[in-house]
């Protein structure tokens, strides 16, 4: 299986997330990972969120384990870095 092209997060079902989960963002290591955080599934579930290589097959057996039971969110890294537009007369961010 590949990884979605945009994730989608859902509203989460706590206020904050679980501190292994925060830790185990920090840490986690895998030659495949671009860049790792945490999400919510579409459920509103806090999960591991891992950006890999669009080519990527997914799930990485390697990162689940290190997962300890977090549901993991692969997204493809993008083919290209998101533009910044400027925002339009009279309008500010």
């Known amino acids: 299986m590949k990884p979605v092209v945009v994730h989608q997060p859902g509203a989460p079902t706590e206020p904050d ?4 989960l925060l830790a185990l963002s920090e840490r986690l290591h895998h030659p495949l990972i671009v860049q790792c955080g945490i999400t919510t599934t579409r459920q509103g579930c806090w999960a591991l969120y891992v950006t890999v290589p669009s080519d990527t097959s997914v799930p990485i ?18 083919a290209s870095p998101p533009k910044a537009w400027p925002a339009p007369p009279g309008r500010r961010g």
């Open 17 to 20: 997330p679980p501190d292994g």
């Open 61 to 78: 057996d390697e990162v689940e384990v290190q997962a300890q039971g977090f549901p993991v969110v692969y997204e493809a890294e993008p």
